[in-house]
Each structure stands twice: as structure tokens, then as C-alpha cells.
């Protein structure tokens, strides 16, 4: 079966993978974007103020015009998630996702952190069917209904006092004895007399067909089970590096976290990553997207070394073609 094949195919709608396409596109490379969504965490960020050049920004505002440049420039975009890599000798890598398979030889991976699941039964079947993992984004969809947040400390707190204004009743449901954060805001959500905390309690199980219906909930250090009727969950539990199905094919730390060189390779030829995914100390967007324009200079240098083309040394005023440097201001656009 036939492929699509790319110059480069970029995993990760966001900073990194934004940044990447736009830099790929505009030195001509046919470059393909699969994520999942357009913008990744800095969805979740209602105003970011620390982007250099931008006095203060919506995340989503930000992506947005992030994603329009690339796309000026030829990026395409496929909504799809990816699953499965390969490597392949004739083709160098085959990328499965959810929906298709895509062939390139040159690979920025830059997807990010993800919300850590509760893992518990019936979450994978009602992902998008009431289990959600962002209270900004899916919130407005529970108008007047009853929901749950589970995790704890000020992700937890967030998403409670975003939905104190949208649900009909609000269960925080918390491991913790008593719920970590600022008193003044739990005092508040209190107040409100909307939300309840459920606290020493474990979620063992999301219910409902097609949709939620309820939570299988155990008070910790009993057996006591305790069921709490919701049509949404919001799980607040922190971001991982969903990298697993990586092992064996690039380095990774300890946390899953790509390793990466200065130049964004990783320890397999033809793969690069940035941003978020990697094992940078700092996580932020401008630094991911910092990254995303590195790994695309390297992909770039790749593609043309497999080609057998010139390649971009450390100076983009620079080109080497193997025998002698010469100056050049083609890159320079
Ligand atoms: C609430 C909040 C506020 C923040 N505020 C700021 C701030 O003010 N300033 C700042 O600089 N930083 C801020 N950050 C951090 C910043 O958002 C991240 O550092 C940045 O978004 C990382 O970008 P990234 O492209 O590396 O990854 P991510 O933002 O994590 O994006 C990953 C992308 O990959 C996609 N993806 C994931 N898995 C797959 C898959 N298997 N297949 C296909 N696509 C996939 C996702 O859909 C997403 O598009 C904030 C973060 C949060 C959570």
C-alpha cells in the first residue's frame, strides 16, 4: 500500500511543532504537521505575558497566528494521533497514527506533555463522552450539570473555580485529608455553596453508557464505596511524556523524556525532537519554540545531506557543499 510521503513530518500542533513547520516550509521542504489539537497546553494558559515581542497574549491567540505562518508557507495539517513508528530502510520511517500511515525521512517529534490519566475502567471509552482533562476547554459544555474534579493542589483548584460558574454542583474529589492550596480559595469555592470536597477518596471507576453517568468512588483505607452521579469528570492529575511506545528507537531519561542534543538530534539519525517532550530543563513556550526552529534547521541539513545537497553549517550566512564553504544569503528570507 502507498503512503504519503514528506520531506518532514512534524508530530505536535503547538510551540515546538509550530515553530519547527514554520521553519521547514519556508526553506521548501514539504512538511506535514499530525497532532492532535492546535496549541497543546498553552490552550490552557489564558494570557501569556513572558513571549518576547508580545506584551500579553491569549495561548490560543498565540497558536493561531503561530499556525497561519507555517501554513502561509505550505505546512500542511492532519488532525491525527499518533500511534506507532517504524523504521523503514527504503522509506526511513513509517508513521502510524489513529487514521493513516505516512512515510518521511526527516522526523520532529515535539508532543509535548500530556494529561496523566486517572487509569481507572471506563475512562478510555468516555474520553470526550464527559471524561475530560482540560476544565477551559470542555467546561462551557456542562452548563447547569453536575461534574467532578479529581486531583489535587492548584490545577484542581483552577479548574474547580472555572466551573463554579458554568456547573450546577461540583464534587473536588482528593486523595488529601484536606485540599491542598491557597485556604482563601477553598473557602471560597465553600462559600459558594455549589462544590462539595471529597476528600481521602480514590475514584476506582467512571460509569455510564455512551456517556458519564456517574463515579465508583472508595474512601482510602476502607472499603467503603461511595457512588456520585456526575455527567462530567475533569481529571487535574499533572502532564506526563506519553514516550513508551519510543523505547528502543531514541534515548530517553528516566521520565521519558527524549534526550536531545544542542542541534535537537536524537540518538536515532533522522529523528529530532523540541520542546516539552524532550529532557530540557525548562518548559516554556518560547523555549519550545526556540527548539522547534533548531530541530527544523537540522532536519533540514538531513534532508539535504541524503539528497545529496549542500548543507547549512553553523552559520546560516553559510553553506557547505563538502569540498569548500561558500557565503550564501539563500537561508537568510
Ligand atoms: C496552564 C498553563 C499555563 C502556562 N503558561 C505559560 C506561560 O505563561 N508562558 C510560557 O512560556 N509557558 C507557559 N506554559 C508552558 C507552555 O504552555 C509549554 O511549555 C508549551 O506549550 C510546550 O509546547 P510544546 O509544543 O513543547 O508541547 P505542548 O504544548 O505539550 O503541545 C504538544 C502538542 O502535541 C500534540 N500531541 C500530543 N500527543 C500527540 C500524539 N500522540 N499525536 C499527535 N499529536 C500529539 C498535542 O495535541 C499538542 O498540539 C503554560 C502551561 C500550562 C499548562
Excluded at 520532529?108 to 463522552?129: C, S
Excluded at 480559595?185 to 471529597?198: A, H, Q, R
Aim: net charge negative.
Amino acid at each position: 500500500m502507498e503512503h504519503r510521503q514528506f520531506d518532514v513530518i512534524i508530530v505536535g500542533g503547538a510551540s515546538a511543532g509550530l515553530s519547527a513547520a514554520l521553519y521547514t516550509s519556508r526553506q521548501g521542504l514539504s512538511t506535514l504537521v499530525i497532532t492532535k489539537d492546535i496549541g497543546g497546553q498553552a490552550l490552557l494558559a489564558d494570557y501569556i505575558e513572558n513571549y518576547p515581542g508580545i506584551m500579553s497574549v491569549g495561548g490560543s491567540a498565540l497558536m493561531e497566528s503561530m499556525k497561519k505562518q507555517a501554513e502561509k508557507y505550505g505546512t500542511e495539517f492532519l488532525y491525527e494521533e499518533l500511534q506507532e513508528l517504524h523504521y523503514a530502510e527504503q522509506s526511513c520511517f513509517e508513521i502510524k497514527t489513529n487514521k493513516d500511515s505516512y512515510e518521511t525521512c526527516a522526523l520532529i517529534l515535539a508532543f509535548g506533555k500530556t494529561p496523566r490519566d486517572l487509569g481507572v475502567p471506563g475512562e478510555r471509552e468516555l474520553k470526550g463522552k464527559g471524561v475530560s482533562y482540560c476544565a477551559v476547554c470542555d467546561g462551557p459544555l456542562f452548563r447547569n450539570k453536575d461534574v467532578a474534579v479529581v486531583g489535587s493542589g492548584i490545577p484542581a483548584l483552577d479548574a474547580g473555580n472555572l466551573l463554579v460558574n458554568i456547573a450546577r454542583k461540583i464534587y473536588m474529589i482528593q486523595r488529601t485529608e484536606t485540599p491542598i492550596g491557597d485556604s482563601e480559595t477553598v473557602n471560597n469555592l465553600i462559600k459558594t455553596g455549589k462544590v462539595e470536597f471529597v476528600n481521602s477518596t480514590k475514584v476506582v471507576g467512571i460509569k455510564g453508557e455512551g456517556k458519564v453517568g456517574a463515579l465508583d468512588t472508595v474512601r482510602i483505607g476502607s472499603n467503603e464505596h461511595r457512588e456520585i452521579n456526575v455527567e462530567g469528570v475533569f481529571v487535574e492529575m499533572g502532564y506526563v511524556t506519553k514516550t513508551e511506545f519510543l523505547r528502543g528507537m531514541v534515548e530517553m531519561n528516566g521520565l521519558g523524556e527524549i534526550i536531545v542534543s544542542k542541534d535537537c538530534s536524537t540518538s536515532m539519525p533522522g529523528i529530532f525532537a523540541a520542546g516539552d517532550v524532550t529532557d530540557i530543563p525548562y518548559k516554556q513556550a518560547v523555549i519550545s519554540a526556540g527548539m522547534g526552529a533548531t530541530a527544523a534547521l537540522s532536519a533540514y541539513n538531513y534532508v539535504q545531506r541524503i539528497k545529496g545537497r549542500p548543507v547549512v553549517k553553523n552559520d546560516w550566512k553559510k553553506i557547505s557543499t563538502g569540498k569548500e564553504d561558500k557565503e550564501v544569503s539563500l537561508f537568510l528570507h
